[in-house]
């Protein structure tokens, strides 16, 4: 089975991106930003400056976000009813309750959703970028997927099941009562004992492991993690909660939300958010992948491939030896010949490219990409490189992070796509 392009009259973005894909009935979209990509955020994307009191910028730029997805949606044979999952980055929080209420008028049944915050994206005055995946009725059916865990206050699902792929909301550790629980954090008569980034590890892996068990799946089962931290330095500890739960840790994104001296995630001192898919024994058949690519401390998964789709990890630009080795950095002898951000681009894409051959695929058959750089700067040269790359670019959301777990690294690239012919998924 091959991809299909999708294409809707929305404006076309200046960046090397396609705006959706069609694979096996699923729908993967790219990040859409609130711009007409000729003025930034044009005037219906935000207040009039003669009333400045009447409106919201963040609701009327929601509201413009979701009506170009809708396009694509219909574009691709189906709508926004048939969206399973979002993730949604937000450059401030405080903006985050304006934005659901306008959600809500979108979303009869939400999606799983994952919300955090950003430190910069692509268009000056976004605000928000808003990244969808969904699927073709008549293609595929889903399920709603509702366990024992506690009920969040946004408008979002738990988890949805579709071909046989379970899609869940980023879980936060809250029992959205008492803000994070008792269970999830250091004793306050015991300040010494215990570790609070382990214990909302802990309370998030075990809610999402009730998620999955609901979903006819289990842990073991993870086809792709997405880790978001408040706090890049509580990278290690979560790392040993991590091993725990996952004999082999499955392909993993970790990357830092929000500034240092600030907070990125919806819950009061949540510090983490895990964001999981997975598939369902006996309806999917699942593999691991293993390349000549160097092998991280972290002992993440290189990729899995389910049902024909290739899960592959966020991908560094460094050997997990030297820190980034001598090919992805300018020679110090030569200082003003080449670009750091230009050589770790390669150095990245050409390691993802070794995992897609392992897969039996390539990067030509890449639909999805989400690309997190430190810099939002670096992000015209980064383009660039992208470029020599791809043919035909995948659906692509970029986004500034406040760290990454390499020293220097300056870009993380997490890639979805599918093997060409064995795209299987049940209806």
């Known amino acids: 089975m091959q991809a299909k392009i999708i294409k809707s009259d929305n404006p076309q973005p200046l960046a090397v991106y396609t705006e959706a894909f069609e694979v096996g009935g699923l729908i993967f979209a790219a990040g859409q930003l609130p711009s007409d990509f000729k003025t930034g955020v044009p005037a219906e994307a935000r207040k009039d400056p003669h009333f400045p009191f009447y409106g919201s910028d963040i609701k009327k730029r929601t509201h413009y976000i979701l009506k170009n997805l809708a396009r694509t949606f219909e574009a691709g044979g189906s709508s926004l009813e048939h969206v399973i999952k979002a993730q949604v980055f937000l450059e401030d929080l405080n903006d985050f309750n304006a934005f659901d209420e306008v959600w809500k ?99 998030v892996m075990k809610n999402l492991a009730r998620t999955f068990e609901a979903a006819g799946s289990s842990l073991e089962h993870v086809a792709k993690a997405q880790v978001f931290l408040e706090d890049m330095a509580d990278h290690d500890a979560f790392q040993e909660v991590w091993r725990e739960y996952f004999k082999v840790p499955p392909p993993t994104t970790a990357v830092g939300t929000s500034g240092i001296n ?43 491939v ?89 659906a692509r ?19 979805i796509g599918y093997v060409p012919g064995e795209v299987a998924l049940p209806g």
């Open 397 to 415: 959301t970029t986004v500034e992070t406040s760290a990454l777990p390499v020293k220097d690294a300056m870009v993380l690239i997490d890639l």
């Open 262 to 304: 600030t907070k990125g995630l919806l819950v009061k001192d949540a510090q983490i958010e895990i964001d999981l898919i997975g598939y369902i024994p006996g309806k999917v058949k699942a593999r691991a992948v293993k390349s000549a690519n160097p092998k991280g401390a972290a002992n993440y998964t290189e990729a899995v």
């Open 105 to 203: 008028e979108y979303f009869k049944v939400p999606p799983a959703r994952t919300t955090v915050g950003t430190t910069g994206l692509l268009v000056k005055d976004a605000q928000i970028e808003i990244d969808l995946i969904g699927y073709v009725p008549g293609k595929l059916k889903s399920q709603l997927i509702k366990s024992e865990n506690a009920r969040p206050i946004a408008h979002y699902t738990e988890a949805f099941t579709v071909g046989g792929l379970v899609f869940a909301a980023g879980q936060l550790p809250s029992d959205f009562k008492t803000g994070v629980p008792a269970e999830a954090k250091k004793d306050p008569n015991f300040p010494f004992y215990g570790s609070d980034i382990k214990k909302r590890t802990h309370y």
């Open 306 to 394: 389910a049902g024909g789709l290739v899960f592959a990890e966020g991908a560094l630009p460094t050997d997990y030896t030297s820190g980034i080795p001598a090919e992805a950095k300018k020679d110090p002898n030569f200082p003003f010949y080449g670009s750091d951000i230009k050589l770790r681009t390669r150095y990245v894409l050409n390691k993802l490219a070794r995992t897609f051959e392992a897969a039996g695929s390539s990067l030509d058959h890449v639909i999805k990409a989400q690309v997190f750089l430190d810099d939002l700067n670096n992000f015209a040269a980064f383009d660039e490189v992208w470029k020599e790359f791809f043919k035909t670019p995948p």
